[in-house]
């Protein structure tokens, strides 16, 4: 490639970083404050646990809540929702675990909702040395995908056409005790539960 050319495409590269740049748009505020999301969920009791501090140094999101719930028999999940009000292909960063962690497998998971499914990503990790199974998927406004790449193209058309890129990432994980096929229930009975009002707090 000659010169002329590559500083040619060089300038059409950087013209289109400005371009998306300004194209992100304004930053959309939650609905509400996550500080007001219930502490409990049907049979559900949660109380505030602290995200590892590298993640949130990494992913950078706007607002977050992490909570530990127990079900009536104590069995723990824990919910974890990082809200991105600008920008939210910065939800990709850590998305399955973070800190200790090895992910062991990831596959395209069905969860029925009544008469509906929604798509999420189940993995199987090991975290801080304790196996858990992970429901996560990325949230924009009422839309839910598990594909990092379908995420990334419709925030960008959202960008294009409505100004904004807004979004979350959404984790549900619970550790195994016993059984993996009962920890894999439980995150689905949890997620069931959850979604319908962290819904009311996610922008539309």
Do not use: I
Request: charged share 25%; with cysteine.
């Amino acid at each position: 490639m000659s010169r002329a050319k590559f500083l040619g495409a060089l300038g059409t590269l950087l013209l289109a970083a400005v371009v998306l740049q300004a194209s992100l748009g304004h930053a959309v505020p939650l609905r509400e404050s996550f500080e007001r999301f219930p502490r409990r969920l049907g049979a559900w009791v949660g109380s505030n646990e602290a995200p590892d501090p590298e993640a949130l140094a990494r992913a950078r999101p706007d607002e977050y809540l992490s909570r530990r719930y127990g079900d009536a028999a104590g069995r723990p999940v824990v919910l974890y929702v990082a809200y991105f009000a600008r920008e939210s292909s910065r939800a990709q960063v850590q998305a399955v675990c973070w800190g200790s962690c090895q992910v062991r497998d990831v596959k395209p998971h069905r969860v029925r909702l009544g008469p509906s499914a929604l798509e999420v990503n189940r993995a199987w990790v090991v975290q801080d040395g304790e196996p858990a199974v992970v429901l996560y998927w990325y949230q924009l406004g009422h839309t839910t995908l598990r594909d990092p790449y379908r995420a990334k193209l419709d925030q960008a058309l959202r960008a294009l056409l409505g100004r904004r890129s807004d979004g979350a990432l959404v984790r549900v994980s619970a550790p195994v005790r016993g059984e993996p096929e009962e920890a894999l229930a439980r995150a689905e009975g949890f997620l069931r539960a959850a979604l319908p009002e962290l819904l009311r707090y996610l922008p539309e």
